[in-house]
């Protein structure tokens, strides 16, 4: 994914439609079997070691939390977003149409992954991720931020609820056909300058995933009785 060219010395990823529903449930035993099976085959595939994978039960919050090879192999409740500075750890989490957010600060080997839902987003989950990195060593200017595949502006309809949450950023608003639409990249963009991350260092993914349906899950699009997302991952492998 041409978005993840500036991470060339480790594993940064998004699965697909194709790689089946990745979600996890934890209380769906059936469909755990499932959504288990489906994760475990992506990381194979990608040479990543599932037993060295830290995962998030995500909370649409701002919740970040470092971890290390003490939380390998385990799923975090309440947790939106994880960095670390261990190489061999990979930080995974799922989106079915919110922002997946990745970091790399390449002078010091810190990572971050981010979810990046509306909610999130006005919670904080942005500059909690930037501090999180911080306290791990990172400098903001210094970190590279690629905003994975997630619902555009063309299909986020948000209203007065959501649209008031981000008021401050009047250009990611637009009204169609007398319905308010948001453009959350552009929002995630603006905060991630604002808290220090340079603007020549964000990349962003064009792709919808609502305008993608052979290619992505979108639960605004489908809206399905059970959940079906992708996972995002990202990790330095052990040299």
């Known amino acids: 994914m041409e978005i993840f060219s500036r991470f060339p010395t480790m594993h940064a990823a998004l699965s697909g439609k194709g790689d089946g529903s990745c979600?996890?449930?934890?209380?769906?035993?059936?469909?755990?079997?499932?959504?288990?099976?489906?994760?475990?085959r992506f990381f194979e595939t990608r040479n990543i070691d599932p037993a060295r994978v830290v995962s998030v039960l995500s909370e649409h919050e701002a919740n970040v939390r470092a971890v290390g090879?003490?939380?390998?192999?385990?799923?975090?409740?309440?947790?939106?977003?994880?960095?670390?500075?261990?190489?061999?750890?990979?930080?995974?989490?799922?989106?079915?149409?919110?922002?997946?957010?990745?970091?790399?600060?390449?002078?010091?080997?810190?990572?971050?992954?981010?979810?990046?839902?509306?909610?999130?987003?006005?919670a904080?989950?942005?500059?909690?991720?930037?501090?999180?990195?911080?306290?791990?060593g990172a400098a903001p200017e210094d970190i590279h931020a690629a905003i994975g595949p997630s619902i555009g502006p063309c299909h986020f309809e948000g209203k007065e609820d959501v649209a008031g949450a981000f008021a401050?950023?009047?250009?990611?608003?637009?009204?169609?056909?007398?319905?308010?639409?948001?453009?959350?990249?552009?929002?995630?963009?603006?905060?991630?300058?604002?808290n220090g991350v340079l603007a020549e260092r964000i990349a962003i993914s064009k792709e919808c995933t609502a305008c993608l349906?052979?290619?992505?899950?979108?639960?605004?699009?489908?809206?399905?009785?059970?959940?079906?997302?992708m996972v995002a991952v990202i990790g330095i492998p052990d040299k």
């Open 124 to 136: 904080g989950i942005i500059p909690g991720g930037i501090e999180a990195m911080r306290s791990l």
């Open 168 to 194: 401050e950023f009047p250009d990611a608003h637009e009204v169609r056909e007398a319905k308010p639409f948001l453009d959350l990249r552009a929002i995630a963009r603006d905060m991630l300058a604002e």
């Open 23 to 40: 979600r996890l449930w934890h209380s769906k035993p059936d469909l755990d079997k499932i959504t288990a099976a489906n994760r475990e």
């Open 69 to 122: 090879h003490a939380e390998a192999g385990q799923a975090l409740p309440r947790t939106d977003g994880l960095v670390t500075r261990e190489r061999d750890i990979y930080l995974s989490l799922t989106v079915g149409d919110c922002l997946p957010i990745y970091l790399h600060d390449p002078k010091t080997g810190t990572i971050g992954l981010l979810h990046g839902g509306w909610r999130g987003l006005a």
């Open 213 to 229: 349906p052979d290619k992505y899950f979108s639960y605004r699009r489908d809206k399905p009785e059970f959940v079906e997302t």
